[in-house]
């Protein structure tokens, strides 16, 4: 074999040591907590998302790519309450990084640290597909859980890096100042929503719907994780109708080609992905929970509050 | 043949295995899993009434802590076809598939694959996995489906179509199961996962004819050898391009019948190889953003195996196979694609034309599955196959697959 193989092979190795000793790499389940880490971690870190801005996470793959990045990473945070069912435990189970595993210094469970909606009472398939034992996990859609998992973020990044501790705390509450400030606006801008019927198409809004009083009346979903029947969809029409309702919200990976029947009652759908990143305005999870007040304001056609954030795009 | 060589292998195998062993259990304060601790805190903090694990550790013959996942999975199938035979024109339960599976300590886990076919109780697998070696390595030990190309590790209930592809049946009988030891590991050069695995195998053979269960001493010419190397790529965001290198290999391994001491019974003896190599490329392309997804797989596989011809001679055959499959997810519950597949007689001494010859054999089916839930699958596959010097048939069959019990996703690669 030449010997500039050799030389290959030792140039990948030390470039990648290099840059480990430089900077903490992390994984990050999904797009907020990418956001938590690397907001807090500034240039200390090198953050890794497992579940792309706007996708499923029931459909992301375990790929072996995603196993060497966890592997070589020296933390992970991920949601819990099985949110990463679908991908998570065969790459955790396949790693043998003792330190990203459940108890290591690098490992950071935030569902550990919330008070779960919608823990179910009994469990059996005919529930539905998508069941969630420990509880619902779509908890980042409550800016106050917001900050929960922003101080889990926090807590990861001092346990791996504890000289570092008071750069990150500088960061950390500068952040939850601004959350703090923006949680008392979306108070006020969300106080003549409250009440309101919207049907959901998956049960993934329950944590945001919770913290500013909506009603949800209907869900597309008859169960989590099945499609819709024709005669669940025209309970949903009957429900819309009645009750008046001018908002479904759905993420963009549903077919939205079976709902026409509802749109034609006037109701608005809304596409949103339960997690930021999507658009270019809401990459900061900040951003993305405005971005989706803002939306909630426009389809009950109440003005858009002046001034919005600088870089909050008005809703279209 | 049982040469010194090989009985030493074999005991220096065993040794390896014992000392690894041993290693890692003075290993153990370090490798204890600490997750039974944040697994109970978790269910204190998520279920407010649930009582917990006992603190002493010990459990009662009734408790439930510590058993198995079991899963049942019923594999039911209609068939209807021109061909006249078993199990055609017929509604069938074509397996029920017990799996069980738990973690034996830190260091290891294990898990069966029991099947009731019809009267029939086969136990598939039955595997011992020390997945807490060194360097990434794992060590399977037991009755396994062996690590051949990228589909033979799945079982046939589990893959993308309702008959397992011509090829493999043709060279192996089925799926390669072995009874053997198989070490795997994986690495990454870069940003490239690579993973090999080496097995060596004593009983090895899918069903039909090839088959090597014979009871008795084996020598290293009578075992049999697997080998895999493959690597993934990432292709798009959330989407994997594959390939793949296997080998399978027996000096004289498989039995064949002969009158060998002309006391007018025949009897089975081993002396028979069989070299098989197969090149695999897999597209698995999910689009997480709508929910669609594009999986295409081909193989090609090399055959060289003994047989004996009229004058009890031992001859060799070469022979090719192709095969793949294509299928497009429409959405989570619907898909559809096509099978096709190709091989010539792996007994055919004369060679053959490819495609053209009436000594090789072709399979050509188109199937629509939908998934009512992850736990409740429907296909409809409509195939015609062309076996070796048979004319083709077409076959119409339905499958019906449901799960019951624990369920998990995995990473095969």
């Known amino acids: 074999m030449p010997n500039s193989f050799y030389i290959f092979l030792l140039w990948l190795f030390s470039a990648s040591t290099l840059e480990a000793q430089e900077r903490l790499e992390i994984v990050a389940t999904i797009p907020d907590l990418g956001y938590f880490v690397s907001t807090i971690g500034g240039e200390h870190v090198k953050v890794q998302v497992l579940v792309p801005p706007g996708n499923d996470p029931h459909s992301i793959l375990p790929k072996a790519s995603l196993l060497l990045k966890l592997s070589r990473a020296d933390g992970l945070i991920l949601m819990g309450l099985d949110y990463e069912h679908a991908f998570l435990p065969p790459l955790l189970e396949k790693t043998r990084k003792v330190s990203i595993r459940p108890g290591g210094v690098g490992y950071m469970n935030v569902g550990e640290r919330i008070v779960p909606l919608e823990i179910p009472g009994s469990l059996d398939r005919s529930q539905g597909a998508d069941l969630h034992p420990r509880g619902n996990p779509h908890y980042n859609l409550d800016p106050e859980n917001g900050r929960i998992m922003a101080l889990?973020?926090?807590?990861?990044?001092?346990?791996?890096?504890?000289?570092?501790?008071?750069?990150?705390?500088?960061?950390?509450l500068a952040w939850d100042a601004e959350a703090k400030r923006r949680i008392v606006k979306w108070k006020t801008w969300m106080e003549p929503l409250r009440g309101k019927p919207i049907v959901t198409y998956h049960r993934s809004w329950s944590y945001f719907v919770e913290r500013y009083g909506l009603n949800v009346v209907a869900e597309v979903e008859a169960k989590p994780g099945l499609a819709p029947s024709a005669k669940h969809l025209l309970k949903v029409k009957k429900i819309i109708r009645e009750q008046k309702v001018e908002m479904l919200l759905m993420e963009p990976w549903y077919n939205e080609q079976r709902l026409r029947s509802l749109v034609d009652d006037g109701v608005k759908v809304v596409k949103l992905a339960t997690t930021?990143?999507?658009?270019?305005?809401?990459?900061?999870?900040?951003?993305?929970?405005?971005?989706?007040?803002?939306q909630m304001r426009d389809a009950y056609a109440l003005p858009v509050p002046s001034p919005p954030e600088e870089g909050v795009r008005k809703p279209s | 043949m049982h040469t010194p060589f090989s009985k030493l292998a074999l005991g220096a195998a065993v040794l390896l295995i014992l000392s690894t062993s041993s290693t890692l259990l003075a290993q153990e304060g370090q490798l204890s899993d600490p997750t039974d601790a944040l697994e109970g805190r978790m269910l204190e903090s998520t279920f407010p009434g649930h009582m917990g694990r006992g603190g002493s550790g010990f459990t009662s013959r009734f408790d439930a802590s510590f058993n198995p996942a079991i899963g049942l999975i019923f594999d039911?199938?209609?068939?209807?076809?021109?061909?006249?035979?078993?199990?055609?024109?017929q509604f069938d339960l074509r397996s029920v598939e017990l799996n069980m599976a738990s973690r034996i300590d830190p260091l290891g886990w294990a898990y069966i694959v029991a099947a009731f076919e019809g009267d029939e109780f086969e136990l598939e697998e039955a595997v011992i996995m020390m997945d807490?070696?060194?360097?990434?390595?794992?060590?399977?030990?037991?009755?396994?489906?062996?690590?051949?190309?990228?589909?033979?590790?799945?079982?046939?209930?589990?893959?993308?179509?309702?008959f397992e592809d011509g090829v493999r049946t043709a060279f192996f009988g089925g799926n390669l199961n072995a009874t053997g030891v198989e070490l795997h590991q994986w690495t990454g050069i870069g940003n490239l996962p690579i993973r090999w695995s080496l097995g060596v195998h004593s009983d090895f053979g899918g069903e039909g004819d090839f088959a090597s269960e014979i009871i008795g001493n084996r020598g290293l010419e009578e075992l049999g050898f697997t080998g895999r190397v493959t690597t993934q790529q990432d292709y798009g965001a959330n989407g994997f391009l594959q390939y793949g290198f296997s080998f399978f290999h027996t000096s004289e391994g498989l039995a064949y019948l002969r009158d060998s001491d002309a006391d007018g019974i025949t009897d089975e003896e081993f002396g028979l190889g069989q070299t098989t190599f197969a090149l695999d490329f897999t597209l698995r392309d999910v689009d997480a953003s709508d929910n669609t997804a594009n999986t295409l797989s081909l193989e090609l596989w090399r055959n060289q195996r003994d047989s004996l011809d009229a004058a009890d001679n031992i001859i060799s055959s070469d022979a090719n196979g192709i095969w793949g499959f294509y299928q497009h997810d429409f959405n989570p519950?619907?898909?559809?694609?096509?099978?096709?597949?190709?091989?010539?007689?792996?007994?055919n001494t004369t060679g053959s034309d490819w495609f053209t010859s009436a000594e090789s054999g072709g399979q050509r089916a188109a199937f629509v599955t939908h998934n009512l839930?992850?736990?409740?699958?429907?296909?409809?596959?409509?195939?015609?196959?062309?076996?070796?010097?048979?004319?083709?048939?077409w076959t119409l069959a339905f499958q019906w697959d449901v799960i019951l019990g624990s369920h998990s996703h995995s990473l095969d690669w």
């Not at chain 1, 930021?276 to 803002?294: H, K, T």
């Not at chain 2, 519950?333 to 007994?347: E, H, K, M, R, S």
């Not at chain 2, 839930?373 to 048939?393: A, G, K, W, Y």
């Open chain 1, 152 to 172: 889990a973020a926090y807590d990861l990044l001092v346990a791996l890096a504890p000289e570092r501790k008071p750069e990150f705390e500088k960061r950390f």
């Open chain 1, 276 to 294: 930021s990143g999507l658009r270019e305005s809401e990459e900061e999870y900040l951003d993305y929970i405005e971005y989706l007040i803002l």
């Open chain 2, 76 to 89: 039911g199938l209609g068939t209807f076809s021109e061909e006249a035979g078993e199990g055609v024109d």
């Open chain 2, 132 to 162: 807490q070696l060194p360097a990434n390595m794992t060590l399977r030990v037991g009755k396994m489906l062996a690590d051949f190309g990228k589909w033979n590790t799945i079982h046939l209930h589990d893959k993308n179509y309702v």
């Open chain 2, 333 to 347: 519950f619907w898909g559809a694609g096509v099978q096709l597949a190709w091989w010539q007689d792996p007994l």
């Open chain 2, 373 to 393: 839930s992850e736990f409740n699958r429907i296909r409809m596959q409509l195939s015609q196959d062309h076996n070796v010097l048979e004319d083709p048939t």
